[in-house]
């Protein structure tokens, strides 16, 4: 992806700006996020990871969902691979990946929701999600040790969840009375999971047509008028909007699936996805931020009528870590000065109400006013992933940006690696 060098008294105060923001969040991510979890989510005793954390990181609940499993240990290796190697990063790593691998799939290789401490099922549930982050994980673990077997179990997963994807019964799923529509999250996944595999297997043109379908998948949910992306779309292109599911916004998942957009670009350049793509973390900025209380509103109906989960109003923590690593991508990206503000906004807003000084990490989920509704550092559904995957992954990009300008020859044209 080019990024517009243009020398200049501004770009360099931009810079700046962005450097300081990179360091911020370096030291949050090596003194607050990377500790509590190292501290108190290692089950040492049976493997895996605790995920239901209280705000001092006491273990609430010792079940181990799949889910969370799979992106910790992503996240312990993505740190190794891409952050520092820490031989305390691949461990923990390790005690995840051997977990997942003794007790995580059942003789048909579908992937539990939920297990005891000591590994025992629980909870099947039928939908492939589960089955992404641990295919995910146990890629980028096998990056990390060079275990090529982790890596072809990795690959024959992801083959599997295509599968799933495209024919739901085969996890147990009844087929839907409802004319065919697919969901924004089907196609987010395969992105995600594509443009890991590429990074290993560029040349595979099986996945790069997954991705390529993906994204075109993405793209249909695209709402020109409001430039956002749709939780659902039917496939023929005829409008869903005679229902609450086929209104319902969910601005962190359209600013999620901008950003994957983006770094599609990478493998499959398209000046018009790119555009797409940058309009959409506008759009979704613009109108999924609460105009009262600030923040981004955790779900929404474009028309302005009842949604049905009573959550909706809330603010959560992943929501804003997208938008954050969104705009910082995007202010590299363009150089344009508006995403600055973005992120001064968000970054404001953010530092205000999730972070905790005290104990560490942050706090996930807060009224519409922004007050804590729940103390506790983790759960069934926050784990280690959205809060150090946008704390490292948007300081390296500005770090990564600045050693290369340091470098380039005049006239030369960069890329942001993404």
């Known amino acids: 992806m080019s990024i517009n060098n243009n020398p200049g008294k501004k770009m360099k105060k931009n810079a700046i700006m962005l450097e300081n923001y990179a360091r911020r969040y370096r030291r949050e991510l090596d003194e607050s996020v990377i500790p509590f979890w190292l501290k108190h989510s290692l089950d040492r005793e049976c493997g895996g990871y605790f995920t239901c954390l209280e705000r001092d990181g006491t273990v609430y609940d010792t079940r181990k969902y799949m889910w969370l499993q799979g992106r910790e240990v992503w996240m312990f290796a993505r740190l190794f691979n891409e952050w520092e ?4 990063y691949l461990a923990a790593a390790a005690l995840g990946a051997d977990f997942i691998r003794r007790y995580g799939r059942d003789e048909q290789g579908r992937v539990y929701f939920s297990l005891t401490r000591a590994g025992r099922p629980i909870h099947y549930q039928r939908k492939p999600y589960g089955a992404v982050f641990v295919m995910m994980g146990m890629l980028e673990y096998g990056r990390a040790t060079g275990d090529e077997p982790y890596i072809a179990e990795a690959e024959a997963l992801f083959w599997k969840i295509v599968e799933w994807i495209k024919n739901p019964p085969l996890l147990g799923r009844s087929p839907s009375g409802e004319a065919p529509a697919s969901s924004l999250a089907d196609h987010m996944v395969l992105m995600s999971m594509a443009m890991e595999l590429l ?21 249909r949910h695209y709402n020109p008028k409001r430039r956002i992306l749709m939780e659902r779309a039917l496939l023929d292109g005829s409008d869903l909007g005679d229902t609450p599911d086929g209104r319902l916004f969910n601005p962190g998942h359209s600013i999620e699936v901008g950003w994957f957009l983006l770094h599609a670009q990478e493998f499959l350049p398209d000046d018009n996805v790119r555009r797409l793509a940058l309009e959409t973390i506008e759009g979704s900025l613009e109108l999924g931020w609460d105009k ?12 302005e009528k009842p949604v049905l989960q009573l959550e909706h109003f809330m603010k959560l923590w992943w929501p804003h870590t997208e938008a954050l690593y969104a705009v910082i991508l995007a202010a590299l990206l ?4 508006k995403w600055l503000a973005l992120l001064k906004k968000l970054d404001g807003y953010t530092w205000q109400h999730f972070p905790d000084p005290e104990y560490g990490e942050w706090f996930g989920y807060c009224d519409r006013q922004g007050n804590p509704t729940h103390t506790c550092k983790g ?7 959205h809060i150090p995957r946008f704390l490292m992954m ?6 990564i940006k600045r050693s290369r300008d340091k470098l380039r020859v005049k006239g030369e044209d960069h890329q942001c690696v993404v």
């Open 85 to 88: 190697q820490r031989p305390e």
């Open 199 to 219: 990074r290993l297997r560029g040349g595979d043109q099986r996945i790069r047509k997954v991705l390529a379908e993906a994204i075109a998948g993405a793209v």
């Open 292 to 303: 009262e209380f600030g923040g981004l509103w955790y779900l929404m109906d474009i028309e």
């Open 334 to 337: 363009t150089n344009d000065p």
């Open 379 to 385: 759960g069934n559904y926050k784990g280690f992933f």
């Open 394 to 399: 948007s300081a390296r990009q500005v770090e």
